[in-house]
C-alpha cells in the first residue's frame, strides 16, 4: 500500500538550517519561508526567535531599504519579515512582544521626523497590530511609558496606516478591564481634541480626512461596544467627550474661522453626521436587532420616519449645531469659490460643490432628530426653500436631487415635533377623544415653500418640453418620489389630518390642479415605473399544450414529424417513474439490511404501451414509420430466403491484416482454430 512508502518530502530550508553559517536573508530567499513558519517548523522557529535575527526583521520593515536597489526587489525583505511577524506564531510573538529592546526598535519608526514611508508605514502598523491582540498587556504598558506616543500618531496622522494603528488600539484589546484602561488613558491625553485640531485650514488634506476619519470610527466603535456591553459598568469617555457641546463648538470653530476652506468644512460634516446617527436606548436593544443603514451606509440605529421619540442624539451636539445653522443656510448661498465646469450638456458656473452638498445631508440628519427648536431655526431661515431652488436649479446632479428628497420624505414623515413653540403649534380635536397636532414643518412646506405648486409646475414644464422634442429632466425620478409621498403621507402618517387640511385650504383651482395631477399624470407613471418584468398571465405547463397550439408555428415537416415520434414514445410515461427507478437516500442507511429491493422494484416497472389508444399525434406517428420502415410481405419467400444463402465474402486488404483482439474473443478464436486443426486431421 501507498503508506508503505516514505513520500515526505524534506523541505530545503531544514537542508539549510544544518549549515551553521546560514544567514537569515538565504532564509527569506525560499519560497515556503512563510509556510513551513506558519507550520511551526521547530528548526525555523528556533532560528528566527534568536535575538540577532528579530533586530534584523525589526529593521527589514522599519528602515527605508537603499535607493540602489531594484525597485522589483527592494521592498521583498521587508514583506517578507512583515510576514513572517505577523504569522501569529507564538514563540515569535513572545521574542518580539517580551522583548524592550525590539520594541524600542519597533517604536523608533514613529519617531522619524520626516514623512514615513506609506508602505513601512502598513508594515509596522500590521506588526504593531498583532502585538496589541496576543500581547495587549505588555504592548499597553510599554506605549504608556512613552509620553509623546499620542504626540507622534498625530504628527503622523496624515498617513493612513498610522491612523489604522490608532483604531487597533481601540478594537485589538479583548480584556473589557483594559480595554477601558486604554480608553481612559486616551482621553487623558486629550486624543479627541488634538484630532480636532487636526482638522484645520493650516493643515494639509490628508491630516484633515485621516482625523475626521478617525472620529467617526471612535463614534461608531465606541456605540456598538455600548450595544454589545450594555452592562458595562464605566461609560465610554471618548464618545462622551466628543459629544460634549464645547467639543462640538470647537470643531464648527474650525470650520467657520478665517477663509472657507472646503476640505475643512466637508470633513467636519462628516464628523457631525456621525454624531447624528440616530440611536436607540440601550435599553430597547435586544442584541443588534435594532441596526440599520442610513442612507450614507453608516450605522443607523434608528430608521428615519420610525420611532422618533426613541432616537436619542445628545443634547449638547444639538445645541452647538443649531448655534451655527445660520452658517451653514450661509454656505448654500455663498459656497467656497470653485471654477466653472464644462460638462457634456452645459456649463456650470458655480457647480453645486462638494460643500453644499454635504450641508443637505447635514440639514437631512437634522431633520430626522425632528428636534422642535432645531426645526424652528430651519424654517425662519427658510433653509428648505433653499433646497428646493438647487433642486430645480441643478437639473442632472442626482446625488443633490436623492438629498432633497430624502430631506423632504423625511419632514413628510415626521410626527410633530413636542418642543416645537406653541406658536407654531395649533390642537385641533376630533370626534372628542382624538386630538392632532398641526405640524409646523409642514405647514412651512406647503405654505412657504410653495411645494404643491412647485412640484406640479415642475411636471408640467418636463411634459411640454418632452412633447415638443426635448430631452426629459434630470430630476423627474426623483420628483415623482417627493409627489408620493406628498400623496400618501395625505392619505396615511401622522400628518394625514394636516395635509389633508392644507390641501382643503388651498384655492379651488389649485385644489383641483392637484387632484387631477395625482390622479392622472402621476398615477400613470407609477403604472409606467411597476412594470412586472415577467408577464405571468402568458405562462403556462407544456403539459397543457394540444395540438392546436402547434398550428401557429410553421415548423419543417421533418421536425414536426420526428417531434412527433418522440411524444409517442414517452406519452405513457408516468411523472414518477424517476422516483420508481432510483434510489433513496433512506436505502443506503445502516440499519436497511437489504439491497436487493431497489432492483425487485425496478424490476416490477411496467413499460406497457396501449397501442389502441388514440392521441393527437397518432396519426403523425403512422405516417413517420410508413416512410421510414419497409413492411415485411410474407408473399416474398424467395427474397426472405436468399437472405440466408450462402455468399463469398469479399473483405478488405486492410480489414485482413487487422490485429488480434485482446481478451475473451482471442480465447476463443485459438479454440475455434484448434479444432478446425484436429477435424482436418
Not at 442584541?287 to 443603514?293: D, E, H, R, T, V
Amino acid at each position: 500500500m501507498f503508506w508503505k512508502f516514505d513520500l515526505h518530502t524534506t523541505s530545503h530550508i531544514d537542508t539549510l538550517l544544518e549549515r551553521e553559517d546560514v544567514t537569515l536573508f538565504e532564509l527569506m530567499e525560499e519560497e515556503d519561508i512563510l509556510q513551513e513558519c506558519k507550520a511551526n517548523n521547530r528548526k525555523l522557529v528556533e532560528f528566527l526567535t534568536r535575538l540577532q535575527n528579530m533586530e534584523a526583521l525589526v529593521t527589514c520593515i522599519t528602515v527605508e531599504p537603499s535607493e540602489d536597489m531594484d525597485e522589483k526587489v527592494r521592498y521583498k525583505y521587508p514583506n517578507i519579515s512583515c510576514e513572517i511577524l505577523t504569522a501569529d506564531v507564538t514563540q515569535v510573538n513572545d521574542a518580539l512582544g517580551e522583548d524592550e529592546s525590539l520594541l524600542s526598535r519597533l517604536y523608533a519608526f514613529l519617531q522619524n521626523d520626516n514623512v514615513l514611508n506609506p508602505l513601512l508605514a502598513s508594515f509596522f502598523s500590521k506588526v504593531m497590530g498583532i502585538l496589541i491582540n496576543r500581547k495587549s498587556e505588555h504592548i499597553v504598558d510599554f506605549l504608556r511609558k512613552k509620553d509623546d506616543f499620542v504626540g507622534l500618531l498625530l504628527k503622523h496622522i496624515g498617513t493612513s496606516a498610522i491612523m489604522d494603528l490608532l483604531l487597533r488600539l481601540l478594537t485589538c484589546v479583548e480584556q473589557p478591564h483594559l480595554r477601558q484602561d486604554v480608553l481612559n488613558w486616551l482621553n487623558e491625553e486629550k486624543i479627541i481634541q488634538r484630532l480636532i485640531e487636526m482638522i484645520y485650514h493650516s493643515k494639509d488634506e490628508d491630516q484633515h480626512s485621516n482625523a475626521s476619519q478617525s472620529l467617526c470610527d471612535i463614534i461608531r466603535l465606541s456605540r456598538e461596544q455600548m450595544i454589545q456591553i450594555q452592562d458595562s459598568p464605566e461609560p465610554d469617555q471618548l464618545l462622551a467627550t466628543l459629544e460634549k457641546q464645547e467639543t462640538i463648538k470647537q470643531l464648527l470653530g474650525n470650520m467657520f474661522e478665517g477663509e472657507k476652506n472646503e476640505s475643512v468644512i466637508v470633513n467636519g460634516i462628516q464628523v457631525l453626521l456621525t454624531l447624528l446617527e440616530t440611536r436607540r436606548p440601550r435599553s430597547d436593544l435586544g442584541g443588534m436587532s435594532g441596526l440599520f443603514c442610513n442612507i450614507d451606509g453608516q450605522m443607523d440605529l434608528c430608521p428615519p420616519g420610525m420611532d422618533h421619540a426613541c432616537s436619542q442624539v445628545s443634547t449638547g451636539t444639538l445645541q452647538a449645531i443649531k448655534l451655527r445653522l445660520r452658517d451653514f443656510h450661509q454656505l448654500l448661498l455663498d459656497p467656497p469659490k470653485k471654477t466653472k465646469m464644462v460638462t457634456t450638456w452645459g456649463t456650470l458656473d458655480p457647480p453645486l460643490g462638494n460643500t453644499r452638498l454635504h450641508v443637505v445631508k447635514l440639514v437631512t440628519s437634522i431633520l430626522q432628530v425632528n428636534n422642535g427648536t432645531v426645526n424652528q431655526e430651519l424654517m425662519e431661515l427658510n433653509t428648505l426653500d433653499v433646497l428646493l431652488d438647487l433642486f430645480f436649479k441643478y437639473v442632472w446632479n442626482n446625488f443633490l436631487h436623492l438629498q432633497v428628497e430624502l430631506c423632504i420624505s423625511t419632514a413628510l414623515g415626521n410626527p410633530p415635533a413636542e418642543d416645537s413653540t406653541e406658536s407654531n403649534m395649533e390642537k385641533h380635536t376630533e370626534n372628542d377623544s382624538e386630538s392632532t397636532q398641526d405640524n409646523a414643518l409642514i405647514r412651512h412646506l406647503f405654505e412657504k415653500c410653495q411645494l404643491m405648486h412647485r412640484v406640479v409646475s415642475a411636471w408640467e414644464e418636463n411634459e411640454k418640453i418632452q412633447s415638443e422634442g426635448g430631452r426629459r429632466k434630470g430630476y423627474m425620478g426623483h420628483l415623482t418620489r417627493i409627489a408620493n409621498a406628498m400623496a400618501q403621507n395625505s392619505e396615511n402618517g401622522p400628518n394625514q389630518t394636516s395635509i389633508a387640511q392644507l390641501i382643503k385650504e388651498l384655492p379651488d383651482e389649485d385644489r383641483e390642479r392637484w387632484d387631477k395631477f395625482v390622479l392622472g399624470s402621476l398615477t400613470d407613471m407609477n403604472k409606467k415605473n411597476t412594470v412586472d418584468l415577467v408577464n405571468m398571465r402568458n405562462l403556462h405547463s407544456s403539459s397543457d399544450d394540444d395540438e392546436n397550439d402547434l398550428k401557429e408555428f410553421s415548423f419543417p415537416q421533418e421536425a414536426v414529424l420526428q417531434q412527433a415520434f418522440s411524444d409517442y414514445q414517452i406519452q405513457q410515461m408516468t411523472s414518477n417513474f424517476i422516483d420508481q427507478f432510483g434510489f433513496n437516500d433512506e436505502e443506503f442507511a445502516e440499519q436497511e439490511e437489504s439491497v436487493n429491493s431497489p432492483f425487485e422494484r425496478a424490476a416490477n416497472i411496467s413499460f406497457v404501451f396501449d397501442a389502441n389508444s388514440d392521441s393527437p399525434n397518432t396519426s403523425l406517428f403512422e405516417e413517420c414509420w410508413k416512410e421510414r420502415i419497409r413492411p415485411f410481405n410474407d408473399d416474398e419467400g424467395s427474397d426472405e430466403d436468399e437472405v440466408w444463402q450462402e455468399k463469398d465474402l469479399h473483405f478488405a486488404a486492410d480489414a485482413q491484416r487487422v490485429p488480434r483482439s485482446s481478451g475473451s474473443t482471442d480465447s476463443e478464436g485459438s479454440r475455434d482454430s484448434e479444432e478446425d486443426e484436429d477435424e482436418e486431421g
